[in-house]
T-cell receptor, first 110, second 116 residues
């Protein structure tokens, strides 16, 4: 599996954009980048995924660098309810498992 | 919006007892998964299931564990003889399909298993 590296914690002010970085320098050409989040001990919640192009949905935007060695998840207007652990996962092509790391604890402050 | 549901939300059992955790995946999904999260630790993959067969399992998923799709809607995880270290949150997930690296898995809320 391609390993990912994320900062352990980040803070963001409510209403501002939260930019969560992820390094995945060993990613293979056909491996996808997935982002999930987990609020307290709830089930992980899917946010977005991408291969090489930038992606946007109603929750977030995903910016993947041209060399695909890193990506950034952007929550455009963070709210208190976005406080969670955010996981960047490189999805292996040969199997079905998601391999979760430690993630980034994002705290949105009022 | 369709959701994965899990029952019970909390299960307490005595060591050595059998437990069955239940999940109802999203209705048109074909791939099913179990993960677990021991308190304070990472979410860990246990098993994936497709077409009534295990398609992948982790080293955690030993002979004490089994999965079944007993009918068209439920997906179960059985632990035959629970140990203290089985205490964890167990998450079920499902996805529509698996196409070489892209299968968006949707997770249920989890069952908290406490083994005494």
């Amino acid at each position: 599996d391609a390993k990912t590296t994320q900062p352990p914690s980040m803070d963001c002010a409510e209403g501002r954009a939260a930019n969560l970085p992820c390094n995945h320098s060993t990613i293979s050409g056909n491996e996808y980048v997935y982002w999930y989040r987990q609020i307290h001990s709830q089930g992980p919640q899917y946010i977005i995924h991408g291969l090489k192009n930038n992606e946007t949905n109603e929750m977030a935007s995903l910016i993947i660098t041209e060399d695909r060695k890193s990506s950034t998840l952007i929550l455009p207007h963070a709210t208190l309810r976005d406080t969670a652990v955010y996981y960047c996962i490189v999805k292996e092509t040969s199997g079905s498992r998601l391999t979760f790391g430690e993630g980034t604890q994002l705290t949105v402050n009022p | 919006e369709p959701e994965v549901t899990q029952t019970p939300s909390h299960q307490v059992t005595q060591m050595g007892q059998e437990v069955i955790l239940r999940c109802v995946p999203i209705s048109n999904h074909l791939y099913f998964y179990w993960y677990r999260q021991i308190l304070g630790q990472k979410v860990e993959f246990l098993v994936s299931f497709y077409n009534n067969e295990i398609s992948e399992k982790s080293e955690i998923f030993d002979d004490q564990f089994s999965v079944e799709r007993p009918d068209g809607s439920n997906f179960t995880l059985k632990i035959r003889s629970t140990k203290l270290e089985d205490s964890a949150m167990y998450f079920c997930a499902s996805s529509v399909e698996w196409i070489a690296g892209t299968d968006t898995q949707y997770f249920g809320p989890g069952t908290r298993l406490t083994v005494l």
